[in-house]
């Protein structure tokens, strides 16, 4: 297993559609379990392929320890409306009220590559919509109103200092732990 980089915001991966997954490899499973190992460093609920610089229809997604890996994902019913705040791990710090359909039937193929679908409602639901249209090349931010958008791009810039290669590298909690320990020697 292995922790990926995340691309952030202004990275060009972040913005382009992705490509169908023909077979579901070893190789992809393995990307599949790197993501989650990515995905629970960085205290996410779910993270796309392209997040990590990758172009195939993929993400993972983790909400009430019910852990999904979706290849070639599709909305097959989407109900009602509901507004909840999102945030976004490729927009570190920036959080924004995004309005999607309540509830949502998704279908896919699963870790096996095996047709299934998943009835989503409240957080698992924005979280499915949000991972699904990284697939897409948007981005939660493209649903704020303008003045919204704006004030969450300014605080961005300021925020985008930290990563001058637009690019998170997340350290493993055990590493962490020893860090910790070898700053209080
Ligand atoms: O795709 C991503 O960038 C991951 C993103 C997913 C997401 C968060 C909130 C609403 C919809 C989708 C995150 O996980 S950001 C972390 C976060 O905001 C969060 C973490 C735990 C519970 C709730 C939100
Ligand atoms: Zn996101």
């Not at 948007?138 to 109103?145: C, E, P, V």
């Given at each position: 297993m292995a922790l990926l980089q995340l691309h952030l915001l202004g990275s060009p991966i972040l913005r382009e559609p992705t490509v169908p997954v023909e077979t579901v490899t070893d190789e992809l499973r393995q990307l599949a379990d790197d993501m989650f190992e990515t995905m629970h460093a960085a205290k996410g609920i779910g993270l796309a392929a392209p997040q990590v610089g990758r172009s195939e229809r993929l993400f993972v997604a983790d909400v009430d320890d019910r852990p999904l890996v979706f290849f070639n994902p599709e909305i097959v019913l989407a109900e009602g409306k509901a507004k909840g705040e999102e945030g976004c791990l490729s927009i570190p710090e920036i959080f924004g009220e995004v309005e999607r359909p309540a509830h949502v039937v998704m279908k896919g193929l699963d870790r096996d590559g095996n047709p299934f679908e998943v009835a989503a409602d409240e957080l698992l639901a924005r979280c499915l919509q949000h991972e699904l249209d990284h697939l897409h090349g948007?981005?939660?931010?493209?649903?704020?109103?303008m003045y919204k958008r704006r004030s969450a791009m300014a605080k961005w810039e300021r925020e985008r200092q930290k990563y001058p290669a637009l690019r998170r590298t997340l350290i493993a909690a055990k590493d962490l732990a020893e860090q910790h320990n070898e700053d209080a020697l």
């Open positions: 948007r981005l939660f931010l493209d649903y704020l109103s």
